[in-house]
């Protein structure tokens, strides 16, 4: 009952609200003023208010479409979330067009392509709110008609000729492509024809029976997977390239449109040739013209400077009589505030009993107001009712999270693996070779596809699709090409030796200091106060998972007797910083003084800022050593430090000099650990033994790497970037000065910084003069890789607080530095960087909620490969952290590999590449976890223990063909991804899953690939134990087993292998070159699977 009584409570408060609301906002007076065809004004109108009528409106105006005219994309952002996320409301088109600058040279068909969606949804619907800025008049638009004539109707049963419907689509403008990758794709495969229209949000898949549609399914575009059958659908043919026929949005407009426009004054303050006197009904919000009504709103503290500041406001009004409703991103920050706000309450009566004395628990203040999970921008008291809004985000001064449009391009599977022909790729025992595709080889009776791979002098090796597990691409860092191995030579062998080698030695040094802090006897800190709770919440983003993860692992570490030793990974901007201020400011509570070791002076200053803004609110010590300290300022830090009223010391190496003294180190924080030299390693080495310390590095780790570092080093990845961070604007460019003279203008207008990167040291002059002739009062500094450190130690210093307008560079940008007013950077002849070098550049701006512009700056096109165009067209489309850019982490992953262990690292993972350094390493480790530290690891992992079953290398021979026949998988690359599937699968509902999968997109199968799914299906069923090889020819069945130098499997099994032998008729049990073999006469293959299941049932029971 307590749950049916919840639900009705929460839809009795919501009720209540709105019938309050629409009293309070005299919606019934506006509906009467609209309803006489007049333009009107509402006044006073403040944060999300103005979301709040606009609701109320669509509410009651429900055969009526909105138009929502707002001056900025914020806005936009603001109403769209606030009307689609707190309110539920369905038909929100918010449209934003950043996308389609006004000075936009390169055309970006799937942006225009998402602007043309939105309007055409609109246009579907009788209820629907379009949002928009002024930009959306610029826009040219194909014809409402087109949407009307270049329709198709397709429903299950219609007899549709197929070449014709390809044909038709082809000559619309759709592009035939191997697969789905965005809309105005079409991929056929026989009788299956997937394609990708405008105006839907997912992609169809089509199966045809000749000329009549058998199936039509919509289908996800990252798995390819088929999601929803539908009998019937319509969709747009044309994908409008040409544009022969264009207008503007007007055009979709009704006459019965409703216009509603926000701050007219300041929408034409910055459009000043636009003309808002449309001819349609309008009302305007907050203008200080056309005013009829009035509605007593304003504003709540848009962030408060403490708990306790919020407290008394709240229970100010709370006294008064106002229905005070909190709203938040989910329960979980619901219960947190309740929490802080319930302390701060009990705190207030500690202090100033009389004033609060009609309540006598915090709790019933508490359970008097309303908690919504769901979140409005900005918070809003209407004085008439009276209701008080409170927002989570902005009581703690945080930005509200933004939710991103996963909707977009596919990269999954193709791009991510893909590999083609010439491409290198590892095999784990022969060493580094070419791919040279799939080739139908014969064995025996039957036939089978082969790897076709050439190693060095052009040897040619067919690989077995049994042994696929032991091939891998190729991985390094970028530009690397790796030397082909030798066949018949013992090169390869000892390369891994030698590696593996030096990989011990590295990993015994951390195994060992793992060792000595286990049996170290470190503080345990205390479980968090109340002012760690409220210090945590006040963060000015809201914490990704991440980003919450890593400070749980830190705590529990802290709060541990062991001293605690994590490595935390992130990019700039994904909140190390903020973990690693929680851990410091934790450790100051406890009477602790903490170290925060950084590279260069120039992040020490940072650090600074950062620690003394985030702390100001609380009594804490925060101070610095490096080169910008006089001598005398060094000595009285030194002497506090020593005393303990210093909490928080801040430096470079300096803080390893032998004068530096502490009171009691509680806490070591190192930024950038790589980066220091030997002697300074030797020194933390020693320290982190008995203190809990943080390292952060900025060069992402791959989690793969952490796994095969359990127990070794604790990590926290941090890969998830901050949801309320903008996406940055990116844009391909020529050289054209108006477009450099007008960005640089806006961003120096808005007091910020500008990036110019250039490709080469020998190009700096040329861009300095080029830049000085646009705008010769700029203050421009140089910076590059061959400056000294001190000259460029100050140049970047000298930048950052200000004294110049833009930083001309190199690719040197310092990775780990923040400078929040840098918000545009121009990276000239963007075709030379790599994917990684452009992701990693862009990252350097739009670490804050202002919007961040990149410019690619080209040569003409006829000058630049098609591909390379593709590859910065990419960049421009992903503004966010995705599955594209991940493509280009994966360079960056490398080099964080080799952070871990020394820069020597990066040498081997390109000598054999990253997998099989990976591999190395984790047998490297386990080696080591078995032998030297058998007394730190004494529970061995079960699967080490059954290492003996293990028979990845297990070879099936049969008489019949089993393959994917190139006329079912027309695509080479894709006939051998399904094959590395196959091969990789473990379990016989994976392989059931991936039947469906291919049955989906390809359709029926046939008889090759039905034999294939069977003898995949034996192979799983044969997997762990220790069968070596199976051969199944004319109804006689053959089991290999190991040969004797497997002792512990015959030591285990020897008697249940000679009773299975028994067990069935006709078998026998045969002993032949150290090995034992099971003959028998079987019925047929489906037999054999009886068999072999039966076996390792058999040995399950007895082994587990």
């Known amino acids: 009952m307590k749950v049916t009584f919840e639900v009705v409570e929460k839809q009795k408060n919501s009720q209540e609200l709105l019938n309050s609301l629409s009293l309070a906002f005299k919606i019934k007076e506006i509906e009467e003023l609209v309803s006489q065809g007049k333009n009107l004004g509402v006044r006073f109108l403040r944060g999300s208010a103005k979301s709040v009528l606009v609701y109320l409106l669509r509410s009651e105006l429900n055969s009526r479409r909105f138009v929502l005219l707002v001056p900025d994309e914020e806005s936009v952002n603001k109403y769209a979330l606030d009307l689609q996320t707190f309110f539920d409301l369905k038909n929100v088109y918010p449209v934003t067009t950043y996308s389609i600058s006004?000075?936009?040279?390169?055309?970006?068909?799937?942006?225009?392509?998402?602007?043309?969606?939105?309007?055409?949804?609109?246009?579907?619907h009788k209820d629907a709110v379009l949002i928009v800025t002024p930009e959306i008049f610029e826009i040219s638009l194909p014809k409402p008609k087109t949407f009307v004539d270049e329709r198709m109707e397709i429903a299950v049963g219609m007899n549709f000729p197929y070449e014709s419907f390809i044909g038709n689509l082809i000559l619309k403008g759709f592009e035939r492509k191997d697969f789905i990758e965005e809309q105005g794709d079409i991929a056929v495969r026989g009788a299956i024809v997937d394609i990708f229209p405008l105006g839907l949000d997912n992609p169809l898949r089509i199966e045809f029976f000749g000329d009549e549609i058998e199936s039509i399914r919509f289908f996800d575009l990252e798995s390819h997977r088929s999601i929803k059958k539908v009998d019937r659908i319509e969709f747009i043919t044309t994908l409008?390239?040409?544009?022969?026929?264009?207008?503007t949005i007007f055009d979709y407009f009704q006459e019965d449109d409703l216009f509603i426009i926000d701050n007219r004054e300041l929408i034409e303050q910055t459009h000043n040739d636009l003309d808002l006197n449309f001819n349609f009904q309008t009302i305007f919000l907050n203008s200080i013209f056309n005013v009829n009504i009035e509605i007593k709103t304003r504003e709540v503290g848009s962030s408060f400077s403490s708990i306790k500041l919020f407290t008394k406001e709240f229970l100010n009004l709370f006294t008064q009589g106002y229905k005070v409703y909190f709203t938040s991103d989910s329960e979980i920050l619901s219960d947190r505030l309740k929490d802080i706000v319930g302390n701060a309450i009990q705190l207030e009566y500690e202090t100033n009993l009389d004033a609060y004395e009609t309540f006598s628990e915090p709790e019933e203040i508490i359970s008097k107001c309303v908690w919504f999970h769901k979140p409005l921008s900005e918070g809003f008291i209407v004085e008439d009712i009276p209701i008080a809004f409170f927002v989570e985000h902005q009581i703690f001064g945080r930005e509200r999270a933004r939710v991103i449009s996963s909707k977009g391009k596919g990269l999954s599977f193709k791009e991510l693996s893909e590999l083609s022909i010439g491409d290198y790729v590892v095999h784990v025992d022969k060493g580094i070779a070419k791919f040279d595709g799939l080739q139908?080889?014969?064995?025996?009776?039957?036939?089978?596809?082969?790897?076709?791979?050439?190693?060095?002098?052009?040897?040619?090796?067919?690989?077995?699709?049994?042994?696929l597990h032991k091939l891998q691409k190729f991985r390094?860092?970028?530009?690397?090409?790796?030397?082909?191995?030798?066949?018949?030579?013992?090169?390869?062998?000892?390369?891994?030796?030698?590696?593996?080698?030096?990989?011990?030695?590295?990993?015994?040094?951390?195994?060992k200091l793992y060792a000595k802090r286990k049996i170290q006897k470190g503080f345990a800190f205390p479980p968090d106060s109340v002012w760690q709770k409220e210090f945590e919440a006040s963060f000015v983003y809201e914490d990704t998972i991440d980003q919450a993860k890593a400070t749980e692992d830190v705590k529990k570490d802290m709060e541990s007797e062991t001293p605690m030793d994590r490595l935390i990974c992130g990019d700039v901007g994904f909140g190390k910083t903020e973990v690693a201020i929680r851990a410091a400011f934790k450790a100051v509570q406890a009477g602790k003084q903490v170290a925060?070791?950084?590279?260069?002076?120039?992040?020490?200053?940072?650090?600074?800022v950062t620690f003394k803004e985030r702390l100001k609110n609380y009594p804490v010590i925060i101070e610095s050593l490096s080169r910008f300290k006089t001598s005398k300022q060094i000595a009285d830090i030194l002497k506090r430090l020593e005393n303990g009223s210093v909490d928080i010391i801040i430096g470079t190496h300096r803080l390893l000099s032998n004068d530096v003294k502490f009171k009691d180190l509680g806490l070591l924080i190192i930024d950038e650990e790589h980066r220091f030299g030997v002697a300074a390693k030797e020194k933390l080495r020693n320290l982190r033994v008995n203190v809990d310390t943080i390292s952060m590095t900025a060069t992402p780790i791959p989690r793969t790497l952490n796994f095969s570092l359990l127990g070794v080093r604790d990590m926290s990845i941090m890969e998830t970037p901050p949801r309320n961070r903008l996406p940055i604007y990116t844009e391909i460019i020529f050289w054209e000065e108006d477009i450099i003279r007008k960005a640089i203008t806006r961003e120096i207008a808005r007091d910020g910084q500008v990036f110019f990167v250039v490709d080469k040291i020998s190009h700096i002059d040329l861009a300095l003069q080029r830049l000085l002739k646009i705008m010769p009062n700029l203050k421009i500094a140089v910076a590059h890789g061959q400056m000294k450190n001190s000259e460029l130690e100050k140049i970047m210093s000298d930048f950052i607080f200000g004294k110049y307008n833009v930083l001309l560079t190199t690719k040197i940008i310092e990775s780990g530095l923040d400078i929040p007013k840098a918000n545009t950077i121009f990276i000239y002849n963007a075709q030379n960087f790599g994917l990684a070098e452009l992701y990693q550049l862009r990252g350097r701006v739009g670490r804050t909620n202002i919007q961040a512009f990149c410019y690619l700056i080209i040569p003409p096109l006829d000058s630049l490969p098609r591909k390379a165009l593709q590859r910065l067209q990419a960049l421009e489309e992903y503004t966010e952290l995705g599955s594209g850019l991940k493509l280009a982490m994966r360079d960056l992953e490398i080099r964080g590999a080799g952070d871990i262990f020394g820069y020597e690292q990066s040498g081997f993972i390109n000598e054999i590449g990253f997998e099989m350094y990976q591999k190395i390493l984790d047998e490297a480790i386990k080696e080591l976890k078995s032998t030297e530290f058998k007394d730190l690891f004494p529970e061995q992992p079960v699967e080490d223990k059954l290492k003996y079953l293990e028979n990845s290398e297990l070879q099936i021979e049969v008489e019949f063909d089993a393959f994917l026949p190139s006329n079912y998988i027309q695509n080479e690359f894709e006939r051998f991804k399904y094959y590395?599937?196959?091969?990789?699968?473990?379990?016989?509902?994976?392989?059931n899953a991936l039947r469906n999968e291919i049955i989906d997109k390809f359709g029926p199968l046939p008889q090759e690939v039905e034999n294939l799914l069977k003898v995949v299906s034996l192979r799983i069923k044969a997997l762990d134990t220790g069968i070596q090889k199976i051969t199944y020819r004319s109804n006689i069945l053959t089991?290999?087993?190991?040969?004797?130098?497997n002792q512990e499997y015959y030591n285990n099994l020897l008697p249940i292998i000679s009773d299975f032998a028994t067990s069935f008729d006709g078998a026998r049990l045969i002993q032949q070159n150290k090995k034992l073999y099971i003959k028998a006469k079987v019925k047929s293959f489906n037999e054999v699977a009886e068999i072999i299941w039966r076996f390792k049932k058999t040995i399950e029971s007895v082994v587990l």
């Open 102 to 124: 006004r000075f936009k040279q390169i055309p970006n068909e799937r942006l225009e392509l998402n602007i043309y969606e939105k309007v055409l949804q609109f246009s579907n």
């Open 240 to 247: 409008f390239q040409q544009k022969k026929e264009s207008t």
């Open 440 to 467: 139908k080889v014969k064995f025996g009776d039957s036939i089978q596809d082969c790897v076709r791979l050439v190693f060095a002098d052009n040897d040619i090796v067919y690989l077995n699709l049994n042994f």
């Open 476 to 511: 390094a860092e970028e530009g690397v090409v790796p030397k082909l191995s030798k066949l018949g030579s013992n090169e390869w062998e000892r390369k891994k030796q030698r590696i593996k080698e030096r990989l011990k030695r590295d990993a015994y040094e951390l195994i």
């Open 596 to 608: 925060v070791l950084v590279p260069t002076t120039i992040l020490a200053s940072q650090h600074e």
């Open 980 to 991: 590395k599937d196959l091969y990789n699968i473990k379990e016989i509902s994976q392989l």
């Open 1039 to 1045: 089991i290999e087993f190991p040969d004797d130098s």
